[in-house]
């Protein structure tokens, strides 16, 4: 698990209505728009049960609310829930996950008194070297399964030619 710095605060409030630029894309946009939150399920792939799970953790919260007191979110909550969505598969915790987007929510908010800018992008590179350990570590995992695959593969061809009449 990554760790926070002890120095480290508990960040502004979460990112909503700006762009949040990230790799070599943006991840959100501003929108005046909003969904609710079967529409951000269908585009982001995860159930509304888990959408609502990464609410009650702290990883987003919808920007909004009907009068009826639907959730809504906009194109910014939607990037967040995509980052998260990918952090994922690579057994990030959810403290990790809140504290990465602590990260990128204040580099937003232009966070560079006394270093502290410095600090958020040492923060930031040390998910990235995570990040690219884990990603390592699952193509090794994938180089094993393939070979494995392809073993069986040839198994069976050896099998058949066997089971083959003479000719």
Known sequence: MLTRPAAASSGPPPLHGVTLTFGEGT???????????GEVAERTGLSLRTIRYYEEMGLVRPSSRTTGGFRLYAEADLARLM???????????????RD????????????DGAGGREV???RLAMYREAADARVGALRDQLGTAEEFAKDLRREISRQRRLAEPDR
């Open 27 to 37: 991840l959100a946009s501003v929108s005046l728009s909003h969904l609710q939150i």
């Open 83 to 97: 980052l998260v969505k990918r952090m994922k598969p690579l057994e990030f915790s959810v403290d990790d996950m």
């Open 100 to 111: 990465l987007l602590d990260v990128l929510d204040a580099l937003e908010a232009r966070a």
């Open 120 to 122: 958020l992008l040492d």
